[in-house]
């Protein structure tokens, strides 16, 4: 995961690389939170056609 953050994956737009980044950091802290109060994860995963896959 700290990889992902540090060195997001080379080739993705710069909005794509915000919204990939910006979710695995939510996902690291909610990891890290003892309770009921998390947050909802962004929407939208990055798919195989934003990788420029089919």
């Known amino acids: 995961m700290m990889a ?3 060195r ?5 737009r710069a909005e794509l ?3 990939s ?3 695995y950091l939510i996902i690291m802290l909610e990891g890290l939170r003892a309770g009921p109060d998390s947050q909802d ?9 934003d990788l420029g896959g089919a």
Request: charged share 15%; glycine share 8%.
């Open 4 to 6: 992902l953050l540090l």
């Open 8 to 12: 997001p994956l080379p080739g993705l």
């Open 17 to 19: 690389t915000q919204r």
């Open 21 to 23: 980044v910006d979710r």
């Open 41 to 49: 994860l962004p929407p939208a995963e990055i798919g195989l056609v």
